[in-house]
Structures are given as structure tokens and as C-alpha cells.
């Protein structure tokens, strides 16, 4: 059996650096608890390489681009084509949104891949505010642009109308569960990928705590070395989904009825 | 037997349950890129634009079995 000390979601806890005390309340119940967290630290450190990322990239301009440039091209263009491609012309003055979406999650999961680091996106709170973020732009933008006519989002065109009675409830549902199933994606991969991570880690030490059995350990040894690439690719993966779909969705509140 | 026992029994029994569910999301992304290839296969000159496509699907398809994951984690940890 595991020891408590190498389980595999301690790595999940969210604790105070420093704490500015609770506000309100009767101090055992209520009040409002504000602190500055691991979580909200490794925010802003994401926040700070994304924007130095960017910063530097675009610091010199020139017309024949250095590596750095280079590569802050090409996350923009990359993203640029995604929106144009997914979302239309039109989507495009979503492009600074979508993007920024893309790069906190992109650096938030490659940063989860350093050891001691804190994944900000392993907690559904986070990955929830930003699905909601977007299914409220979704839903907003679409009656602005739209008006009512925007709930033909819920009535798929060129369908008998027999099968519309049918369609129209499943449609709904499917609509209003997108911030749920958005949410629960990117939460639900980062969780599961370092929980077998910390899995098989731990089986390496309770190995080598056996001491007969120790050389066995080079097993899941090499099992955490060949999933830490695989997390990687799902980290990156995740991102783009994310994007992706934020622009399938945004798509809906430019064009409903499609 | 006794309650404590009854209720660690029954969570254990259910993530593991609650598992099955994914060997549905396994099919579903394995029919995917299985289809994407033997599409691209047939048509390569075609296949770089349905990639996008492609990871629509497979993030449709796998979010299903995460649903699973998370009913599993939570019976283990939260219940």
C-alpha cells in the first residue's frame, strides 16, 4: 500500500503564500477568505511569460524576422488562421480573445509539466470561469448581432418538421451543456494525465521501499518517462481544442441556424 | 457488515464500474482516426484541410470518457 505521503493528489492542494484574513462572517463560519494562493501565483507567472513572450517577440520588427520573432509569428498567424478558417471573416475581431484563451491554457499546461510546478488548469474552477467566459460572449454577441432571430441556433436548417419536435429539445440540451462538457474537457485531461503520472512515481518509490523488489522499480520508471512526452502532447492538444471550440461556438453567435 | 466498510466497498466497486465507460470513448476515438486515416490514405491531397475536423471529433468523442473518469475520481475522492 501507498504511503499517505505519495498520494496522488496532493499535488492538487491549493494553499495561502499570504493571506490578507476573512472579511465579514463570525470567523468560524461566512466571510469572505481573500488570499494570494500557489494558484493565483502561478497566474500571474503564466501571465508574465506570455506577455514577455510576446513583448520580445515584437520588440524589434524587422521586416526579416529573428528567431524570436519568428516564433511569436507564428503562434499569431496560427491562431489568426484557425479563427479565420472556423469562425469566418467576421469572427476575426474575436481573434484577440480566442488567443489569449489559447496562451494562457497552452503555458498553463506546459508549466504543469515541471515538477513541484502547480497546474493551474488541473482545478475545474478555472477551466469552468473560462467556458463561461465564452458561452456568455457566445450568447450576448449572438442577440446583439442577431436579435431573436439567434434561437434558430436551436432549429436545424432543411429538417421535416415531423423530426424538428424531436431535434429542438436535444438541440437545447446540447447547447446549454457546452460549458459543461468545454469546462470538463480541459479539467478532466490535465487531472487524469498527472494522476497517472503521480501514479506510476509513486509505485517506483514504494518499490525501491521494498528492497528486495527494487531493481523492479525501472518499470514504472520507464512508464512515467514515456507518458511525460504524451502529457506534453496532450497539454498542447487541450489548448487548441479549447480554441477550436471556442470558435465552433462563436461561429453559432455569428451565423445561427447553420 | 460494518457501514465504514459497506460504504469503501460499494465507492471502490463504483469507480471501478464508472470506468467501463471509457473503454466507449477508447471505440469512438479509435473509429476516428482510424476513419481519418484511410481517408487521408485514399486522398492525401485532402487531408491537411479536415485535420481541424479531425480534433473536433476526437475532443467530442473523448469528453465523453472523461465524463467517466470524473464520476470515477469523484466516487473515490469526494464521496
Not at chain 1, 461566512?30 to 510576446?54: D, E, K, P, Q, R
Not at chain 1, 479539467?187 to 523492479?216: C, S
Not at chain 2, 459497506?6 to 470513448?25: D, P, R, T
Request: glycine content about 10%.
Amino acid at each position: 500500500m501507498a504511503e499517505p505521503a505519495i498520494e496522488p493528489i496532493h499535488q492538487f492542494r491549493i494553499y495561502d503564500l499570504f493571506n490578507f484574513g476573512t472579511f465579514g462572517g463570525d470567523g468560524a463560519t461566512g466571510g469572505i477568505h481573500i488570499g494570494f494562493t500557489n494558484s493565483a501565483l502561478f497566474m500571474v507567472l503564466i501571465l508574465a511569460v506570455v506577455l514577455g513572450f510576446l513583448l520580445l517577440g515584437s520588440r524589434r520588427r524587422a521586416i526579416v524576422p529573428g528567431r524570436m520573432q519568428l516564433m511569436t509569428e507564428m503562434s499569431y498567424e496560427f491562431i489568426a488562421n484557425l479563427v479565420r478558417s472556423t469562425a469566418g471573416t467576421e469572427g476575426m475581431k474575436f481573434l484577440p480573445f480566442v488567443f489569449a484563451l489559447f496562451m494562457f491554457i497552452l503555458v498553463a499546461n506546459l508549466f504543469g509539466m515541471f515538477p513541484y510546478f502547480f497546474t493551474v488548469t488541473s482545478h475545474l474552477i478555472v477551466t469552468a470561469a473560462m467556458a463561461v467566459t465564452v458561452f456568455l460572449t457566445v450568447v450576448i454577441y449572438g442577440f446583439y448581432r442577431n436579435g431573436l432571430k439567434f434561437l434558430k441556433v436551436f432549429v436545424p436548417s432543411g429538417v421535416p418538421f415531423a423530426l424538428l419536435i424531436l431535434l429542438v429539445p436535444i438541440e437545447i440540451i446540447s447547447f446549454f451543456t457546452r460549458p459543461l462538457s468545454h469546462s470538463l474537457r480541459l479539467f478532466g485531461n490535465i487531472l487524469g494525465g498527472h494522476i497517472v503520472l503521480k501514479v506510476f512515481a509513486g509505485m517506483v518509490v514504494a518499490l525501491i521501499a521494498t528492497g528486495a523488489w527494487a531493481p523492479l522499480g525501472v518499470l514504472p520508471l520507464a512508464m512515467t518517462v514515456a507518458l511525460t512526452p504524451l502529457e506534453l502532447l496532450v497539454g498542447v492538444l487541450q489548448a487548441f481544442v479549447f480554441a477550436v471550440l471556442t470558435c465552433v461556438y462563436l461561429q453559432d453567435a455569428i451565423h445561427p441556424g447553420h | 457488515m460494518d457501514p465504514i466498510a459497506a460504504h469503501s466497498l460499494g465507492k471502490l466497486i463504483g469507480a471501478g464500474i464508472a470506468c467501463v465507460g471509457m473503454g466507449g470513448a477508447g471505440i469512438g476515438v479509435g473509429v476516428i482516426f482510424g476513419q481519418y486515416l484511410s481517408g487521408a490514405l485514399r486522398n492525401p491531397a485532402a487531408a491537411a484541410s479536415q485535420f481541424t475536423n479531425l480534433l473536433i471529433g476526437f475532443a467530442l468523442t473523448e469528453a465523453l470518457g472523461i465524463f467517466s473518469l470524473l464520476i470515477a475520481l469523484l466516487l473515490l475522492f469526494v464521496v
